[in-house]
């Protein structure tokens, strides 16, 4: 399990840390893990997430709740499910893959374990 993030690797490493749950992953990545004109929303940034993480990106179910997120993913070949306690709808989510899959909470996503 990653982190991938448009914020720093320390920003993303102090949050998940501050939640008690940095253990758990196995991997951190930002936007100053690679060149900045490579990170999210290039798919340059999943090909490195999943480099780190020792899978191919299609091996990876990306969580995430906005369009940055979404474009990294999708352009990746990286299977995406669409959250929408970040800034989209289920209706944008829709407006832009009429197939997105959507979840209210990145958690909830148990559901399919």
């Given amino acids: 399990m990653g982190l991938l993030t448009r914020g720093s690797v320390e920003y993303g490493t102090r949050a998940l840390t501050m939640m008690g749950v940095i253990d758990d992953f196995d991997a951190v990545v930002g936007r100053d893990s690679i060149d900045y004109d490579l990170a999210k929303p290039s798919p340059q940034a999943m090909f490195e997430f999943a480099r780190r993480l020792g899978v191919k990106p299609s091996e990876i179910l990306y969580l995430g709740d906005n369009l940055t997120d979404y474009y990294s993913a999708r ?17 944008r989510w829709l407006k832009e893959n009429p197939e997105m899959v959507t979840l209210q909470y990145a958690g909830d996503v148990i559901r399919f374990f």
Avoid at 75 to 91: H, R
């Fill in 75 to 91: 352009d990746a070949g990286t299977p995406y499910i669409g959250v929408l306690s970040g800034s989209m709808s289920k209706e």
